[in-house]
């Protein structure tokens, strides 16, 4: 890579990160969405380091219901150090334990980590405090189909791929997903 690559690589990740934080400004709950290996959690933790109360909700899986490379305690140990304060929320038992109230008192953001693969009652639990008002979310998927019910409480999301970020209005994510689900899923009305 050229120095005037770097600089231009190094650019577009600032322009990443400002895109980023404006549309978390904006709203409620974002869906960061793109191929693999484009940095959605790099860049979410990027934009996020200066906020207080990130919970990061993690998942063993990724969007394809595989085991992460080098394995979940790798990957933790590998994001752990792009956000020093960054709280992890590793387990489903632990998910299942976070009160609404709790984190609206913190003002907590959550980062959740992929929906695939988690059980009916954690994406109960998911939908339950991303419809809490007060609680700002941020849900990373490599693909946008894997969100199931989540997606009605979506106001908009970033396409990131790997040179740029694509800002996604919540209404068309609202109406892409039926079409990319799995026969099995079935909006919540």
């Keep these: 890579m050229t120095t005037d690559q770097q600089q231009q690589h190094g650019t577009n990740d600032e322009q990443i990160i400002s895109e980023f934080r404006n549309t978390l400004a904006q709203y409620k709950t974002i869906v960061v969405t793109g191929d693999e290996g484009v940095g959605k959690i790099v860049f979410s933790l990027a934009a996020m380091k200066d906020m207080p109360n990130v919970l990061y909700i993690g998942n063993p899986l990724d969007f394809r219901g595989q085991s992460r490379p080098g394995g979940y305690e790798q990957y933790l140990d590998h994001i752990k150090p792009l956000k020093p304060d960054l709280s992890i929320v590793a387990t489903e038992t632990d998910t299942l334990s976070l009160k609404p109230e709790q984190l609206i008192d913190s003002h907590a953001i959550l980062l ?11 994406r109960a639990k998911l939908y339950e405090l991303i419809g809490t008002e007060g609680i700002k979310t941020v849900i990373v998927t490599g693909c946008m189909k894997n969100l199931h ?24 994510i609202k109406k892409l997903c039926p079409h990319l689900q799995p026969e099995s899923f079935t909006p919540e009305k």
């Design 112 to 122: 959740i980590d992929e929906v695939y693969g988690r059980s009916e009652t954690q």
């Design 149 to 172: 019910n989540l997606v009605s409480l979506v106001d908009a999301g970033l396409m990131l791929t790997g040179r740029s970020a694509l800002f996604i209005e919540g209404d068309y």
